[in-house]
């Protein structure tokens, strides 16, 4: 019998849960729920340009075999979803008249939030995962493999490897012990205080009334609601929403401790809302949407009631997601996000990575800027 096993599966059906979701570290955007409930709602399927590919390190005992590693590796026909932009990169292969698509990319789909991705108790597991990965790119006809928003230690294991680093900036909020939201405030500048004021006063003068709803009290009703607002959100940005009221009615049965909806209502009535993950130490801001707008609203549901409630529950971060200068100036601070890259074709991989060297270049002078303009009376300067 031999020790280890490694097996490509198409979906997490015939994967303990339990064992999945200690590999994942108390991460929710990694949960079995969470991943497998996109293929079951038709979000990442071949059709959808994700087809899963889950890597899977069995070890066999005389009990059985056990999950001991994992990696969320997908085949993809195009680069939606990933935030980690790469269409100068296909558009070269083009002009070359070469095919960058189909490529490989281990992620959370639709998700910017750093994580485990390889996903394992110890090193000697990460290395046999890693060593699958790049088997499973040599013999596959993709151009590339692309680790997006991996843990720091992991960008270091994929760059004695060979890959490629890149980098970007993200904005977070960081609790450093607040009692609550006005000790928050009293550490910022007078000028980013008093917008944060205002902005608050207005939602509240205009009669917004709040609820935070956790897993467990979140009705079909509140899914319907937010399924539209996070659909009309799309239509606005004259895009297509990558998941589904199906998605959302999954999760809220399969990973209801790991959810919070945050509604916003006037005379009664949802008028807004946010979708948040908890993990075991951060709260993730995921999605929103609203159907009437009010000035501040948008700052209010995504920000100011998630750092409150992230400050009453002992939460040391809130992850906003990709991108957003306008973060900053609410008391998110920048912060550095990882991926890594193995382009097969030594002749892009040469052009890619001087490309590299210049943007990160670029990218730590933009926050070190960032940090200049701190909105805090001490800059904090955490995570860059």
Same mark, same amino acid.
Not at 240 to 268: H, K, Q
């Given at each position: ?6 097996e490509?599966a ?11 979701d ?7 955007c990694?949960q079995?729920a ?6 079951d709602?038709?979000?990442t399927?071949?059709e ?15 009990a059985?075999?056990i ?6 590796l ?17 558009d070269a ?8 698509y189909p490529?490989?990319?281990v ?22 995962l890693?060593?699958a990965?790049n088997?499973i ?5 993709v ?5 997006l928003?991996p ?5 270091g ?39 944060i004021?205002?902005?608050?006063r ?5 009669g ?10 979140? $009705?079909q009703? @509140?899914?319907? *609601?937010f399924?539209?607002?996070y659909?009309?959100?799309? %239509? #606005?940005?004259?895009? /297509? ?5 199906r ?24 008028i ?5 993950l ?10 929103w949407g ?21 400050i009453a ?24 996000c990882?991926?890594?890259? $193995?382009?097969? @074709?030594?002749? *892009? ?8 060297? %210049? #943007?990160t270049?670029? /990218? ?16 904090l300067?955490?995570?860059?």
């Amino acid at each position: 019998m031999r020790e280890y096993d490694i097996e490509i599966a198409a979906d997490l059906k015939g994967v303990d849960p339990i064992q999945w979701d200690q590999l994942s570290v108390g991460h929710p955007c990694l949960q079995h729920a969470w991943l497998q409930s996109m293929i079951d709602a038709g979000c990442t399927t071949a059709e959808t340009g994700w087809l899963p590919q889950f890597v899977l390190l069995w070890r066999n005992a005389e009990a059985g075999r056990i999950l001991t590693g994992a990696v969320p590796l997908y085949m993809k026909g195009h680069s939606y979803g990933e935030y980690v932009f790469d269409w100068a990169w296909a558009d070269a292969y083009a002009r070359a008249g070469l095919d960058y698509y189909p490529k490989l990319v281990v992620a959370v789909p639709f998700t910017p939030c750093t994580g485990a991705r390889l996903m394992a108790a110890t090193d000697a597991d990460r290395q046999l995962l890693l060593r699958a990965l790049n088997t499973i790119t040599a013999e596959s006809e993709v151009s590339s493999l692309h680790v997006l928003y991996p843990t720091l230690a992991e960008q270091g294991l994929l760059l004695k490897q060979g890959f490629l680093a890149r980098q970007s900036v993200q904005f977070h909020w960081q609790n450093q012990g607040y009692t609550s939201f006005e000790q928050f405030l009293g550490e910022m500048s007078h000028d980013k205080r008093k917008r944060i004021k205002q902005e608050r006063r207005r939602v509240r003068d205009a009669g917004i009334q709040w609820r935070a709803l956790l897993g467990g009290d979140i $009705l079909q009703s @509140d899914w319907d *609601f937010f399924e539209r607002c996070y659909q009309q959100t799309y %239509r #606005e940005h004259h895009s /297509t929403p990558y998941l589904n009221r199906r998605f959302f009615g999954l999760v809220g049965e399969r990973m209801p401790d790991s959810l919070l909806l945050i509604v916003a209502e006037l005379d009664g009535q949802p008028i807004a809302a946010s979708l948040n993950l908890l993990g075991t130490d951060a709260l993730y801001g995921r999605y929103w949407g609203t159907r009437q707008f009010i000035s501040g609203l948008h700052f209010e549901a995504c920000y100011y009631q998630t750092i409150e409630y992230s400050i009453a529950n002992k939460l040391s971060r809130v992850e906003g997601g990709a991108q957003g200068e306008h973060k900053l100036a609410r008391g998110f601070t920048p912060v550095t996000c990882h991926s890594a890259h $193995l382009i097969k @074709d030594q002749r *892009f991989a040469h052009a890619i990575a001087d490309f590299l060297a %210049r #943007e990160t270049a670029g /990218t730590a002078r933009y926050a070190s800027e960032l940090n200049e303009h701190s909105p805090f009376k001490e800059s904090l300067n955490v995570g860059v």
